[in-house]
Nanobody
Framework: QVQLVESGGGWVQAGGSLRLSCAASGRTVSSYAMGWFRQAPGKEREFLAAIRWSGGITVYADSVKGRFTISRDRAKNTVALQMNSLKPEDTAIYYC???????????????WGQGTQVTVSS
């Protein structure tokens, strides 16, 4: 079983950038894909991006394509989300997750971190 811990959240002005990191521990070698989701108050958890742990193939949600970049460091057991051109509507709690398929659905992932808050002000 893998344990995930997010970090790097905080406050940023609209148009700014932020880099989130997710550290994995435990049975990391069994992970197939890592994903990033976010959830704003009163809204459903939203898929953002995912990456194959071994091959590096990526998928993105249309809402963040061109602004967000997902990457992984297999040696350090981390996955990052570089977020550029941030907008107030990006304000949410951001979660990383581990799954067995490179999917876009909540149910494609079975291990979740605690989340980190991102606040974008205008």
């Amino acid at each position: 079983q893998v344990q995930l811990v997010e970090s790097g959240g905080g406050w940023v002005q609209a148009g700014g950038s932020l880099r989130l990191s997710c550290a994995a521990s435990g049975r990391t070698v069994s992970s197939y894909a890592m994903g990033w989701f976010r959830q704003a108050p009163g809204k459903e958890r939203e898929f953002l991006a995912a990456i194959r742990w071994s091959g590096g193939i990526t998928v993105y949600a249309d809402s963040v394509k061109g602004r967000f970049t997902i990457s992984r460091d297999r040696a350090k057991n981390t996955v990052a989300l570089q977020m550029n051109s941030l907008k107030p509507e990006d304000t949410a709690i951001y979660y990383c997750a581990q799954g067995n398929v490179l999917g876009r659905r909540y149910r494609d992932y079975d291990v979740w971190g605690q989340g980190t808050q991102v606040t974008v002000s205008s």
